[in-house]
């Protein structure tokens, strides 16, 4: 069970690395991004120590930097957003709370709770590597963010409904 | 000691953040400071640098067609730019390339959209035609520019047919590319792989794997393309010449791109044989 739960991580790291460094990186339109690898972040297990989510998340982002040439742009990103986990998951707790060993996908919280969570992550995430891309706000920073996230969701339901088909 | 373990696992988030924040952010912010990191944390690595090499290999696939394209029409325009294609106004021909020199051979990129080579005469029907410039009796190498294919026999705006040298009338103004013996290469329309080539006298000394190449006698090769290598010869009583076979340098059952070469110097020339003709 508990060599499960690594196995898993593993195997999604490096797929969703290789998704989002080969398949979507060429997706996107001009400055418009689709990102998928944010996921890992959000599937990792509710219970994992907080420095360990951080490291983990570290080191997604700076290799997703390897394939964009971010030089740590996805890095601090995802450090920021993995400090922040805890956080947003205590402000989405469902009413009955979490249960011990529960997973934070579609399958085990439902399909809305699991877009609401997925929803609030890829938002900031794009938000905050579009500003620190930019370094300034205008209105098409926002539209880029905007359509950026959409496109993000959509591979991101995508993928929840391919690996755990009983949504 | 246990205190500042707990103490350390209580708030080893924190500690991870501020570290790997600071860090990251440093990189970039510092980014292009040194070429060591750069050469690390890019796509130049070696790891991701190898999977990127790996999977260009699978994904070139899609636009294959396209790149070959722009290839074939970028060859058009170096091939024009070589001396061979050139003209020399000056009477030292030794000096290649100067402002002397005019353009004299014109290549066009086509591809092969229909092609025989079992027929008794066979035809092969390009992608270009009078529209992109091409004209009657011109010459067709393959994609490499270097083999000869055949020769422009048809132009329609879109589209041309070209008498492949696999064919009884094509007769191709040849020589030996070693010692200038010349003759012309003819098909016998039995093996797409081999011509003959005649009229090379006996006194002339070849051997197997002689390369045969144009002439550039006639207007419409120009000189030097490979057309072949000797592959037999026989001293035949009766006659003053070899019978010579040449295995073809060009495999014509796999044709996909080829080049129109326009002699754009041939009515000059033919005027002015005509004129001693006469």
């Known amino acids: ?167 | 000691m246990n205190k500042i373990v707990a103490f350390l696992y209580r708030f080893s988030g924190l500690f991870a953040f501020l570290i790997l924040e600071f860090f990251s952010l440093y990189l970039y912010f510092t980014q292009n400071m040194s070429q060591e990191k750069t050469a690390f944390i890019s796509s130049a690595n070696r790891t991701v640098g190898s999977i990127y090499d790996y999977t260009n290999r699978w994904m070139s696939y899609w636009n294959l067609s396209s790149l070959n394209d722009a290839l074939a029409k970028e060859n058009a325009l170096l091939k024009m730019r070589l001396p061979e294609s050139q003209f020399s106004n000056l009477s030292d021909s030794g000096t290649a390339f100067n402002e002397f020199d005019e353009l004299r051979y014109q290549y066009t990129e086509a591809v092969v959209i229909n092609n025989s080579v079992s027929r008794n005469n066979n035809y092969i029907t390009l992608n270009r035609g009078s529209k992109h410039g091409v004209k009657l009796q011109s010459a067709v190498l393959n994609g490499t520019g270097e083999g000869v294919v055949g020769v422009i026999v048809a132009v329609s705006s879109h589209f041309s047919t070209a008498m492949s040298v696999l064919h009884q009338e094509s007769r191709i103004s040849a020589k030996i590319k070693r010692n200038g013996f010349f003759g012309s290469a003819v098909w016998n329309g039995k093996d797409s792989r081999r011509l003959y080539l005649d009229a090379i006298p006996k006194h002339a000394k070849i051997m197997k794997g002689d390369s045969v190449v144009t002439s550039g006698y006639s207007t419409i090769f120009p000189e030097g393309i490979i057309i072949g290598t000797i592959d037999t010869f026989s001293n035949q009583t009766g006659t003053n010449f070899y019978e010579i076979g040449v295995s073809l340098s060009v495999d014509l059952n796999s044709l996909q791109y080829v080049y129109i070469v326009d002699d754009m110097m041939k009515n000059e020339l033919k005027q002015l044989e005509e004129k001693i003709k006469k």
């Open chain 1, 1 to 167: 069970m508990f060599s499960n739960v690594y196995a898993v991580n593993i195997f999604r790291f490096l797929l969703l690395l290789l998704i989002q460094g080969l398949v979507l990186q060429h997706i996107g339109y001009k400055n418009i991004y689709v990102f998928i690898y944010p996921l890992f972040l959000m599937l990792l297990p509710l219970e994992i120590p907080h420095g360990l989510l951080v490291f983990l998340c570290f080191l997604m982002g700076i290799s997703v930097d390897i394939f964009y040439n971010g030089f740590g742009l996805h890095a601090s990103v995802m450090v920021a957003i993995a400090f922040a986990r805890p956080l947003i998951c205590g402000l989405m707790e469902p009413r009955g709370g979490f249960e011990v060993g529960q997973s934070l996908n579609a399958k085990s919280l439902g399909l809305r709770w699991f877009m609401k969570y997925s929803a609030v992550i890829s938002l900031i995430h794009m938000f905050l590597i579009i500003l620190l891309e930019e370094l300034s706000l205008s209105w098409f920073l926002l539209a880029r963010v905007i359509i950026g996230f959409l496109l993000s969701m959509l591979v991101i339901v995508l993928y929840q409904f391919i690996f755990n088909p009983k949504v």
